[in-house]
């Protein structure tokens, strides 16, 4: 599969079949304001709302204006689905629906700057892909049970920093901090920087405070799906992380794409998750399918080094939120819940580098490259840029998931 292919998707897929994209993005002298993509363009849904295209819709289109999505998430589901149908049909003939102002509402992506899509009030973080767990667990746990007793009864996750998630396309700093070395704890650059290709749920209804989110009812609170870069350094992580978990090691910077993708896009894509043996507790039990056949890839400094699907998450997206709020926590418009590192069965398919080089004792060699020093890699060097993508195609429908970009930088 070359890299073409997925342009290739995008540029044959009728409009009305492709999934929608909604960013905010700013151009020219224009401030920061809702758009969706529209192959290598982005109709600008303020200037299509003044114009009139909305009038038939029951909502006010005053929040295109907006410099985050949450505005427009909050206006709840009905809206977002009556939106989308409307610029569905706009886009499957621009040329006649947007006569005379065509080049005024679809703005070249040449043109524009990507901001950050949400205001991002709590981020959390699960382990929900069941393959990195195992890897993890053969790495460091090489004599016994590669899987923690807990994982196959609860989706294990920590709460993360909101305020570093930024923007596809901006720099990452190769954090500081503690590690150990020679057997002594030392300070200084990570040396084991890595990526980890997840998904991001977007969520879109607010919950109540003290009061559970039932599982068969969690999909519900999904405005959108996007991919996720959880930036890790490795070295800070292993020193630190216990008793209580993630901190320096994790908390200097995510990326998240520009792009949200409206969670009813993905109901083509739906398939049967992984037997789940023993079954989990009845308040994490779905009746209906719950995962999703996406296809996912990484690239580093534009070589391909991984392929994977988001249907080998163990844990669906109903059961994360279920377990979130099974206490009493609650969720509000705009949370951003990442699945954890999404990796396959194969090498190949594997999402991050500490299992791509296997906590470096394998460099990975770059396809393309020869084996040289700058060849291979067991983590991040500085200047290596990483890029997360994700398309499929499946019953006739085409879903893109917008890419994720950083370059690191010291």
């Known amino acids: 599969m070359p890299l073409s292919f997925f342009s290739s998707l995008l540029l044959s897929s009728p409009a009305s079949l492709f999934s929608l994209m909604f960013g905010i993005f700013s151009y020219d002298i224009a401030s920061p304001r809702v758009g969706v993509k529209h192959r290598e363009y982005i109709l600008d849904l303020e200037l299509v709302g003044l114009l009139g295209y909305f009038n038939e819709l029951d909502f006010d289109p005053a929040v295109f204006a907006k410099p985050v999505l949450?505005?427009?998430?909050?206006?709840?589901?009905?809206?977002?689905q009556a939106v989308s149908r409307r610029v569905r049909e706009l886009l499957s003939n621009e040329q006649t629906a947007f006569e005379g102002v065509h080049d005024q509402v679809l703005i070249h992506e040449s043109r524009a700057t990507m901001h950050l899509p949400l205001r991002i009030g709590d981020y959390t973080d699960f382990y929900a892909g069941i393959h990195h767990a195992e890897n993890v667990g053969r790495m460091f746990r090489p004599d016994?049970?590669?899987?923690?007793?807990?994982?196959?009864?609860?989706?294990?996750?920590?709460?993360?920093?909101?305020s570093s998630i930024v923007v596809s396309g901006t720099p990452i700093r190769r954090p500081k901090g503690q590690f150990l070395q020679d057997g002594k704890p030392a300070f200084g650059p990570s040396q084991a920087l890595d990526f980890e290709l997840e998904l991001g749920l977007v969520i879109g209804r607010n919950s109540r405070l003290g009061e559970p989110v039932l599982v068969e009812e969690a999909e519900e609170y999904i405005f959108g799906v996007t991919l996720f870069n959880d930036w890790s350094a490795r070295d800070i992580q292993r020193w630190e992380y216990q008793p209580l978990g993630p901190f320096l090691g994790k908390n200097f910077g995510s990326s998240i794409s520009a792009w949200v993708i409206p969670f009813d896009d993905l109901e083509p894509f739906r398939v049967r998750g992984p037997i789940q043996e023993p079954a989990p507790l009845p308040y994490l039990q779905a009746s209906s399918p719950g995962h999703f056949d996406l296809t996912l890839e990484v690239a580093l400094n534009d070589v391909v080094i991984s392929r994977t699907n988001a249907q080998y998450l163990y844990w669906s997206f109903a059961?994360?939120?279920?377990?979130?709020?099974?206490?009493?926590?609650?969720?509000?418009?705009?949370?951003?819940?990442?699945?954890?590192?999404?990796?396959?069965?194969?090498?190949?398919?594997?999402?991050?580098?500490?299992?791509?080089?296997?906590?470096?004792?394998?460099?990975?060699?770059?396809?393309?490259?020869?084996?040289?020093?700058?060849?291979?890699?067991?983590?991040l060097q500085d200047g290596d840029t990483v890029v997360l993508r994700g398309i499929s195609t499946k019953h006739g429908h085409t879903v893109e998931l917008g890419e994720v970009q950083g370059t690191i930088f010291s």
């Open 144 to 162: 016994g049970d590669p899987l923690l007793p807990n994982y196959r009864h609860l989706p294990v996750g920590y709460h993360g920093r909101a």
């Open 70 to 80: 949450n505005d427009f998430i909050e206006l709840g589901k009905p809206v977002w």
């Open 319 to 379: 059961q994360m939120i279920a377990h979130h709020t099974v206490g009493g926590c609650n969720l509000n418009v705009g949370d951003v819940l990442a699945t954890g590192t999404i990796s396959g069965t194969e090498p190949g398919s594997y999402g991050s580098l500490l299992e791509l080089s296997w906590n470096g004792e394998r460099p990975l060699v770059l396809p393309g490259t020869d084996a040289s020093a700058n060849g291979k890699r067991t983590f």
